[in-house]
């Protein structure tokens, strides 16, 4: 169990730094991102490349594929700034899946194979430094879990102060409708390219995270349905309050893995499971919406004035 709890624990923490970025896009500025799983999937691949086949350090891997979510954030916003809100959304979708295609189609040979196979034998930072010293696995597991929470406590700074300052007021405008911030002379399409460039970054490092903890990573692993479930827990939680997100996000993700338990109480077929699992999530989104509109800790608006 206490194993169990440590790859808990440091799988939230990951996909708390995912939601955190998520929650920024769309939670602050209204941006309804369907392909944020793109940005996750390139920071994942980015690292692993840079290090497998680069040969370069595992943090310069992981800062590596934080930029590289961070440039595709803005090619992603660029073409699509001034759309309209639907036909923003199908476009997110439509970049994440061309990122997807690209991965599951490619080969580059060497000690990356790729494709449908995925990419094992991904090292793991200070891996080696732990068994040389006589670490056990767990001994190591409960070091990156703190690596990872370090990671995500740094994007909760990052995303709160972002929130408080200018720039994410201008956010919160856009928020609104485009007509607040061009009221207010501010750039909606240039608001828009950059909100997507930083919550990219974060997702980027949340995959580079991710990668580095499994040691392998495939195509399969960064369907539109990891998107959802991230806006799932955005739901839950709460759009726009950064404790609510990481709420949702630890309420999933303990709905998502303990069923895992049901196997060994009841008979029950794996896929029978899965689905099971979904059921249960949306069951608690929907419930969620009809009584809980806001999320189980709603946004604080700010009032001014009497």
């Keep these: 169990m206490i194993e169990f709890f440590v790859y808990l624990v440091t799988i939230a923490a990951i996909w708390g730094i995912l939601s955190l970025s998520l929650n920024l896009q769309y939670g602050v500025a209204g941006l309804v991102n369907l392909g944020h799983v793109g940005f996750f999937m390139l920071g994942a691949y980015t690292s692993t490349i840079l290090v497998v086949m680069g040969g370069w350090p595992i943090p310069v ?12 954030g803005i090619l992603m916003a660029l073409p699509a700034a001034n759309l309209r809100e639907d036909y923003w959304a199908i476009s997110t979708l439509a970049a994440a899946e061309i990122v997807r295609i690209i991965f599951l189609n490619t080969n580059l040979g060497g000690p990356y194979v790729g494709e449908a196979f995925g990419v094992s034998g991904i090292p793991r930072p200070l891996r080696e430094w732990f068994e040389a010293h006589g670490y056990s696995l767990p001994s190591y597991n409960l070091f990156y879990m703190v690596v990872v929470l370090l990671c995500l406590a740094a994007a909760f700074v990052l995303v709160t102060y972002l929130a408080s300052t200018p720039f994410g ?4 405008a856009l928020r609104e409708g485009d007509e607040v911030p061009l009221a207010l002379g501010k750039p909606v399409g240039f608001l828009r390219v950059r909100v997507m460039a930083v919550g990219g970054a974060l997702a980027g490092l949340a995959g580079a995270l991710f990668a580095h903890y499994n040691a392998y990573i495939a195509p ?27 709420a949702g ?12 338990f049901i196997a060994s109480l009841v008979d029950i077929d794996a896929q029978i499971l899965g689905s099971l699992r979904m ?9 969620v919406i009809l009584y809980m509109p806001q999320g189980i800790v709603p946004e604080r608006r700010r009032r001014y004035g009497p």
């Design 220 to 246: 399969e692993y960064f369907l539109p349905l990891e998107t959802f479930i991230v806006w799932a827990m955005i739901i839950v939680g709460g759009p726009g309050n950064f404790i609510g997100a990481l």
């Design 249 to 260: 996000t630890v309420i999933i993700q303990i709905l998502y893995n303990s069923t895992r």
């Design 61 to 72: 891997g992981m800062i590596g594929g934080a930029v590289a979510a961070a440039v595709f």
């Design 279 to 287: 059921i249960v999530i949306a069951v608690l989104i929907i419930l």
């Design 169 to 172: 007021r201008s956010l919160k």
